[in-house]
């Protein structure tokens, strides 16, 4: 589980990354281009929390400042994106699974704001003026359109993804376990509870049977 904490926010993020400058950012549409490095990075800190949204947030947008064509300064995005991911992880409900889509939704409009505001703001600190010749209202306005019609089609599949190989079988309920419910849960890959089952890789064998044929 803790490779797939890994390996899948890096392989999404990096297909992120790939389709937004190869076909995104082709597109010339008016004012910004479309984020789906944003979106990605929303949808794994939502599913995943603040700790690690704010960990891909700092990988994506420091990839995001090195990919070409980059014209602004190495370590504006990657600081932008792990804010954010920080932020949008805050967002990851206790128990695990969305009620309804309003929530996402409203995070991405959020996060779309937030992160053309970070991204000028830092800029002016840096003395770094890459985009501000479109205008601050322009982008505000087109970023979070674009990404607001984006996020239906990004955000729910990656966290849809990341639940599903985030599983652990190991935390499922075992047929024939003691106690029934939560008591009944194998929480860890060995446990020897009290009446007399001993659990390994999920089989279930008598301990008393076992020193019986011990003795003989």
């Known amino acids: 589980m803790r490779l797939n ?6 392989v999404l993020v990096v297909i992120a990354m790939v389709v937004q400058v190869s076909v995104l950012a082709r597109l010339h549409l008016p004012g910004a281009v479309p984020d789906l490095l944003l979106l990605t990075v929303l949808g794994l800190a939502i599913s995943y929390g603040h700790v690690a949204g ?20 190495v370590g504006r995005y990657a600081l932008v994106l792990c804010v954010v991911g920080y932020a949008a992880g805050l967002a990851k409900p206790e128990s695990g699974r ?8 409203l995070v991405v409009i959020g996060a779309s704001v937030a992160t053309t505001l970070l991204y000028a703001g830092v800029g002016n600190i840096v003395g770094d003026t890459a985009g501000a010749h479109v205008g601050l209202g322009k982008l505000l306005f087109t970023a979070t359109v674009y990404d607001l019609l984006l996020a239906p089609f990004v955000v729910p599949l990656v966290m849809a993804t990341a639940r599903h190989f985030d599983h652990d079988p190991m935390s499922e309920d075992v047929s024939g376990g003691y106690g029934g419910g939560s008591r009944g849960r194998i929480r860890t890959g060995i446990s020897a509870p009290r009446g007399g089952l001993f659990s390994r890789s999920g089989r279930m064998v008598r301990v008393g049977s076992m020193a019986r044929g011990a003795r003989r």
Request: aromatic residues 8%; hydrophobic residues 55%; contains cysteine.
């Open 54 to 73: 704010c960990l891909i947030g700092f990988f994506a947008g420091l990839l995001a400042d090195l990919a070409p064509p980059a014209d602004h300064a």
């Open 98 to 105: 969305l009620r309804t889509a309003a929530g996402p939704m």
């Open 5 to 10: 904490r890994f390996l899948l926010p890096t």
